[in-house]
């Protein structure tokens, strides 16, 4: 594995180069600028200062650029929440859960109680005093981020610090979510958007716990990067004339015992109740701000459980990390520079994205 020579580098600059918004809007209102690094003694207790070298880009940061979900962003906001780099500097306390030099990731959820029985559970999305990264504090889209240190997640040797950082939310957010469908080795499970951002970890995790996996998508590249991912076949929602259909002939006749749905179209969602068998699981993990109609006569006589997963606990972070670092896991990502994060939402909001894109943040 190949380390980045700025690993070592634990020296702290003055300037923390930054992609900042004062106002909702498209990615027009995105600046570049040179803030002021956070200083070593304004540093609070148990709070650790990141190198941040690289972060992905995740569809939660454009609808915290937009401002189109019901909860609001802090402004103005650096966003980012899939970063990854080194421990700089410690606040008082703070190195009780890590040290200067450490290899960490910071994750969508910055912080939560660490006391209440939804986090005693390992259910950090359900606290209620949890706080997410590059919304509800600023994020890792900038050089150092400054980050509660019991939260921050370690990065094993095994994988670089550019790849983990598509684990730390999206492969994290789909790991735990194909754990919410309680499968069985040998069953079904349908991971639309498999040749995007979540869905191609979602394959792969799904195909590491022995589970078989049809994926939905469209598109020559997406369809052949979802079947070498390990897809035992493939539906292209554009040109199937019957999506359920197919699935439910690649299946036996009876549908998917699962589906775990991170699309960002309602449609997707209604569209998984027709395919997966009675008694199937419809685990729903996309955020778009739509509603599912649903039959509820249909929904009982087929008995079908439909729940919702909001990203993971910190422990799934952990073993989403350490399966990909046996190589279990590849991350299909693009590299570009934080300059390029304008245009990377205006790719993001046309579907354009096959894998994830991943920024070095000193480009
Ligand atoms: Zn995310
Ligand atoms: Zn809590």
């Known amino acids: 594995?190949?380390?980045?020579?700025?690993?070592?580098?634990?020296?702290?600059?003055?300037?923390?180069?930054?992609?900042?918004?004062?106002?909702?809007?498209?990615?027009?209102?995105?600046?570049?600028?040179?803030?002021?690094?956070?200083?070593?003694?304004?540093?609070?207790?148990?709070?650790?200062?990141?190198?941040?070298?690289?972060?992905?880009?995740?569809?939660?940061?454009?609808?915290?650029?937009?401002?189109?979900?019901?909860?609001?962003?802090?402004?103005?906001?650096?966003?980012?929440?899939?970063?990854?780099?080194v421990v700089v500097a410690l606040g008082p306390g703070a190195d009780e859960w890590v040290k200067i030099?450490?290899?960490?990731?910071?994750?969508?959820?910055?912080?939560?109680?660490?006391?209440?029985?939804?986090?005693?559970?390992?259910?950090d999305a359900s606290c209620a005093e949890y706080k997410p990264?590059?919304?509800?504090?600023?994020?890792?889209?900038?050089?150092?981020?400054?980050?509660?240190?019991?939260?921050?997640?370690?990065?094993?040797?095994?994988?670089?610090?550019?790849?983990?950082?598509?684990?730390?939310?999206?492969?994290?957010?789909?790991?735990?979510?194909?754990?919410?469908?309680?499968?069985?080795a040998g069953q079904w499970i349908v991971i639309p958007g498999s040749g995007g951002g979540l869905g191609h970890l979602g394959v792969q995790y799904a195909r590491y716990a022995g589970y078989r996996v049809i994926g939905i998508d469209t598109g020559e590249e997406k369809r052949k990067l979802s079947l070498d991912l390990g897809c035992e076949a493939f539906v292209d929602f554009k040109t199937s004339s019957n999506v359920a259909e197919e699935i439910k002939a690649v299946t036996g006749g009876l549908g998917a015992h699962a589906a775990a749905v991170a699309a960002a179209s309602a449609k997707a969602y209604e569209l998984a109740l027709t395919y997966i068998r009675p008694r199937g699981t419809l685990v729903i993990v996309g955020m778009p701000v739509a509603t599912l109609p649903l039959d509820i006569f249909m929904t009982v006589a087929l008995a079908h459980r439909i729940v919702g997963s909001a990203v993971g606990s910190r422990r799934d972070a952990n073993e989403a990390l350490d399966i990909a670092a046996q190589g279990k896991v590849r991350v299909v990502y693009q590299l570009k520079g934080l300059s390029d994060l304008p245009d990377v939402f205006r790719d993001m909001s046309e579907g354009k994205i096959t894998g994830r894109v991943v920024l070095d943040l000193d480009k």
């Open 1 to 85: 594995m190949t380390r980045d020579p700025r690993e070592t580098n634990l020296a702290v600059s003055a300037t923390n180069r930054a992609a900042i918004y004062e106002e909702h809007g498209g990615p027009e209102v995105i600046q570049i600028k040179d803030l002021a690094t956070p200083k070593k003694e304004d540093l609070q207790p148990g709070e650790a200062l990141v190198r941040t070298l690289f972060t992905g880009v995740c569809h939660s940061d454009l609808h915290a650029l937009n401002g189109d979900w019901p909860f609001p962003t802090k402004l103005p906001l650096v966003g980012g929440h899939e970063g990854a780099g």
């Open 101 to 123: 030099g450490d290899r960490v990731g910071i994750k969508w959820v910055a912080n939560t109680c660490f006391k209440c029985d939804y986090c005693l559970d390992g259910h």
């Open 133 to 184: 990264s590059g919304y509800a504090v600023d994020g890792t889209f900038q050089q150092y981020t400054r980050h509660a240190a019991r939260y921050l997640t370690r990065i094993p040797d095994g994988i670089s610090l550019e790849a983990s950082s598509s684990i730390l939310c999206a492969g994290v957010t789909i790991y735990r979510a194909i754990k919410e469908a309680n499968l069985r």
